[in-house]
């Protein structure tokens, strides 16, 4: 049985858990080059540095939104292209998806040489923290035309039946940049390049890997001539509009997050949610890689016309979120206030960090809920549906509610706004799959 034929008839458990490990390996290693540069440039360089690479990370999630929003929404279609048996559909699809990924990529590039000291005044980046950001974010940018194709190739490796190698490839880059992170903060004392250089390193590690592999010639997926007509790519795009919304709203609601805090509390402050901020990353990564597996086994299913099967590994996702919520949940109610206190080391960041986790902590018992039925409503092909409860989530909500809560901060945490929002969009998402018409196009593509 090959490994496509293994998603539309092995035994559904057994199948849902072995995509679940390589998701959550690949996803992590994925987005390793973030964390890691953070807690280890918090604990070596100090509460500055720390806050400096934290300022960035909204434009580096809008980078990352756009090139997964065509990653996922094309995967998808390629998905159902491969159910069906039409291979050659699939490859084409994903030959153009890879030569748009590093056009991208190498635009992204240039743009930010160009533009980085207008770019770092719109991100509110403080004058007096100039000078520790602009090597950082120079050496960075080199890296995202390697970082744009190995996100692509990993989510079409993923659906045509390789995760657990695509995802081996990820880890694979993410040990580079712990090492590197290790030998130049830590053993050599170097400064923020030196975490720069070891993200570019992991980046490019990840992308050759990924590129071997298909040059392996172990995937049913080929490369093929051509470029993707504008029709198409607003329909790829249309269909992962959510995962965009999701990725470029959090950035967004992040910067207003930071500019609330430095507001009230100054760079301590930015400093002490960061270390919240990289756990609220790990939740979402941990609930996106079992999201991500419902949309691809959906997608597949679909398009092979067996939607009970479909319908199935979606309730297997939202069982493993509720299980997954638990335990992260747990953790930070237990051990966190410990962590902050061992990170920051008596620094006034560490006081910040304690009064924000209490605060926090529910959103870890609801993202993967919503998470895995946004992605279900994309493995429907609806993106409509999709899309409205990301931008519920992750944009409308957190907004609404820090408005309504900013001014009130002096009797409640206006952090309250994130966990509220969660709840919210929950209630959205109930709506959406109790109303019966999101089952009406679960038939396979037509021929």
């Not at 987005?31 to 540069?37: H, I, P």
């Not at 130049?184 to 923020?192: I, Q, S, Y």
Request: aromatic residues 10%; charged residues 10%.
């Amino acid at each position: 049985m090959s490994r496509t034929e293994s998603a539309l008839a092995a035994p559904a458990l057994p199948t849902f858990l072995r995509y679940v490990g390589a998701s959550t390996l690949g996803l992590l290693a994925l987005t390793s080059a973030a964390v890691v540069d953070g807690l280890m440039v918090g604990k070596w360089l100090g509460a500055d540095a720390l806050a400096a690479v934290n300022l960035l990370i909204p434009f580096w999630v809008l980078l990352f939104g756009s090139v997964l929003m065509l990653a996922i929404g094309a995967s998808v279609v390629a998905g159902h292209y491969l159910g069906a048996g039409r291979r050659e559909s699939a490859s084409r699809v994903f030959s153009a998806c890879v030569r748009l990924a590093l056009v991208f990529g190498v635009a992204v590039t240039a743009l930010g040489l160009v533009f980085g000291d207008g770019l770092l005044y719109w991100l509110a980046v403080p004058e007096a923290l100039h000078p520790l950001v602009k090597p950082y974010f120079k050496l960075v940018l080199l890296g995202q035309a390697p970082q744009c194709v190995a996100v692509v190739l990993y989510y079409f490796l993923r659906v045509s039946g390789e995760p657990r190698r695509a995802s081996r490839a990820l880890v694979l880059g993410a040990l580079v940049n712990i090492l590197l992170d290790v030998l130049g903060l830590a053993v050599l004392g170097w400064d923020l390049r030196a975490a720069a250089g070891a993200t570019v390193a992991a980046q490019l590690t990840q992308c050759l890997v990924l590129l071997h592999l298909l040059r392996s010639g172990r995937t049913s997926l080929r490369w093929r001539p051509g470029w993707l007509s504008w029709r198409r790519l607003r329909t790829f795009c249309g269909n992962g509009f959510s995962e965009f919304l999701n990725e470029v709203s959090a950035g967004v609601v992040l910067f207003v997050v930071h500019w609330l805090l430095a507001l009230t509390g100054g760079v301590a402050a930015v400093s002490g949610f960061a270390l919240i901020h990289y756990a609220l990353l790990l939740n979402v990564m941990l609930a996106c890689a079992v999201a991500e597996v419902v949309h691809v086994l959906a997608s597949q299913n679909l398009g092979a016309g067996q939607p009970v099967r479909a319908r199935r590994f979606r309730d297997y996702g939202l069982g493993l979120a509720a299980v997954q919520g638990l335990l992260l949940w747990t953790l930070a109610m237990l051990g966190a206030p410990a962590l902050s206190g061992w990170f920051f080391e008596g620094a006034e960041a560490a006081n910040y960090a304690a009064q924000f986790w209490p605060v926090i902590a529910p959103v870890f018992l609801l993202t993967g809920f919503n998470l895995v039925l946004s992605a279900w409503f994309t493995g429907c092909r609806q993106p409509r549906r999709s899309a409205l409860l990301a931008m519920a989530r992750s944009l409308v909500f957190p907004l609404m509610f820090l408005a309504v809560l900013f001014p009130w901060r002096d009797r409640v945490s206006f952090l309250w706004a994130l966990p509220l929002a969660e709840l919210l969009a929950l209630a959205v998402a109930l709506g959406l799959l109790a109303d019966k018409t999101t089952f009406r196009r679960l038939l396979p593509l037509r021929q």
